[in-house]
């Protein structure tokens, strides 16, 4: 069971979860005088007798929707409860079901059976609808062909209990159900759907970034962002996370040092099933940003959150603290990278409290990062941590298994042998220690010259076949390895 995901048997008394299954010990006493006054009851009764009402309830935390605090199923059954429902919060395991326009709260999927007048309730926090009203709260239930949502029509909301009812089928037995912001899902651009501006604002935590942004500044210097103080860069996080249409190019540039203590900070570029990641270049012109404290709330944490296609640059990081959610990405520098080929000169130091997934003390996850003088002084959940990346660490704690032989031909071309079983094959080039090329292999079998050389024939020239291991890319063959002068 996730993190955050606690199952509890309850009865649900305004928005309390009461930890008991409402089993009263008097009504089966009254059962059985019933029993012994009649000889002539049905078994159809005898079962009626026995059923009592009785509440499966799954409390929810998660950062990433928290609108939605808790799901219950209730109604009347002879057999306990616990062995007739499930609740499962979907979101994230499902494209169709965690993308539904103007989600409110995480997707739920249920299964009940056996169960009289079943109820489904959907509890909600008012203080995390980011401006959502609440009257424009409505509910949609997934058809069985996948992706497709109706509405349901027939519910009762309760705003001072601040809960949602859904009177359920006795013979529908599996559904997924969804809130959403009706003004959002119909597209009705006349209603006043939020205060925000942007998804950003409406759907995360954006710290102290809103007290500090100068919207005018920000739009008026984009894309091109020379950065001096913690008011300018909480303006380019601001247009990064609210404004810029990925794959937009953003450039960085620091004029300045910038200590940003006593602010909230947040990552610059995050991911939904939107893309809101950041990409371009960040360039620290030889400058110190200090103080730098990111708290729970993104999956990716780190001064940039998510990115594809980022350079970073001459920048410094002292007395960093980035804790992240407890399933998430994290470093100092980057939580989430992909498609980024050399990093310079990067040097960081503070803590880093990480969770179940990749943690390192530059970036969290990354798969192609060469770093070139960048080192990491780093306390990791209190322990040191000198690994620049979790790559880096795992890497240097797998064993290599040279299943595939490569051999380099007379004119340079480089052949491979056929082994299945592997997942992402893929050809990795590096010329004089930099990887220039990641291209598929799985249908390749010979690697000519000319993809070898795309950056020239002069240098050290090395070639091996990766694969994806479930957690990163690992080296699968020996090493090609030549140089030409």
């Not at 994290?330 to 130091?349: C, F, L, T």
């Amino acid at each position: 069971m996730k993190k955050g995901l606690v199952k509890l048997v309850s009865v649900v008394l305004g928005m309390t979860f009461v930890l008991s299954a409402c089993k009263s010990s008097g009504d089966n006493k009254y059962s059985e005088k019933l029993l012994k006054r009649s000889s002539t009851l049905t078994t159809d009764v005898v079962a009626e007798i026995h059923k009592i009402f009785q509440v499966y309830s799954l409390k929810i935390s998660d950062d990433r929707k928290p609108e939605v605090i808790g799901v219950s199923i209730s109604g009347k059954s002879s057999e306990n409860i616990d062995s007739l429902v499930t609740i499962n919060n979907i979101y994230g395991e499902n494209y169709y079901h965690s993308g539904v326009v103007g989600l409110v709260g995480v997707p739920v999927e249920i299964e009940y059976e056996k169960i009289d007048d079943p109820k489904l309730r959907f509890f909600y926090d008012l203080d995390e609808f980011r401006g959502i009203p609440v009257e424009n709260i409505m509910v949609l239930k997934c058809l069985e062909d996948g992706g497709l949502y109706q509405e349901v029509t027939e519910f009762e909301l309760d705003t001072t209990k601040q809960i949602v009812t859904i009177s359920l089928s006795e013979n529908e037995e599996y559904g997924v159900y969804v809130l959403v912001d009706k003004s959002q899902w119909f597209g009705d651009s006349t209603i006043d759907v939020t205060e925000y501006d942007s998804d950003w604002e409406r759907q995360c935590d954006t710290g102290s970034i809103m007290n500090l942004v100068d919207k005018d500044w920000a739009i008026n210097n984009a894309p091109d962002f020379m950065v001096s103080n913690p008011t300018e860069l909480a303006s380019v996080v601001y247009y990064v996370n609210a404004v810029a249409t990925y794959p937009e190019t953003i450039t960085v540039t620091l004029t300045d040092d910038i200590d940003l203590a006593g602010y909230r900070w947040v990552p610059m570029g995050w991911y939904d099933f939107d893309n809101h990641g950041f990409s371009g270049v960040v360039d620290g012109n030889g400058h110190t940003i200090s103080r730098m404290n990111i708290i729970d709330g993104y999956n990716d944490a780190g001064f940039i959150g998510y990115g594809m296609n980022v350079t970073m640059k001459n920048i410094t990081f002292t007395d960093a603290n980035v804790n992240g959610v407890s399933y998430g990405c994290m470093g100092i520098a980057g939580g989430e990278i992909y498609g980024s080929s050399i990093w310079e000169n990067v040097h960081v130091q503070g803590q880093v409290v990480y969770g179940s997934e990749d943690h390192g003390g530059i970036v969290g996850r990354e798969t192609n990062i060469t770093f070139e003088d960048c080192t990491a002084s780093v306390v990791m959940d209190g322990e040191e941590y000198d690994y620049l990346s979790f790559r880096q660490y795992y890497l240097s704690q797998a064993e290599v298994e040279e299943t595939f032989t490569l051999t380099l031909n007379d004119d340079y071309s480089i052949t491979r042998d056929d082994h299945e079983g592997f997942v992402n094959l893929g050809w990795d080039i590096q010329l004089d220690g930099v990887t220039i090329l990641s291209r598929n292999a799985e249908d390749e079998y010979v690697l000519t010259p000319d993809l070898q050389w795309v950056n020239g024939t002069q240098g050290r020239h090395t070639i091996y076949l990766t694969a994806y291991d479930g957690t990163t890319y690992v080296r699968v063959s020996n090493i090609i390895e030549y140089t030409i002068d």
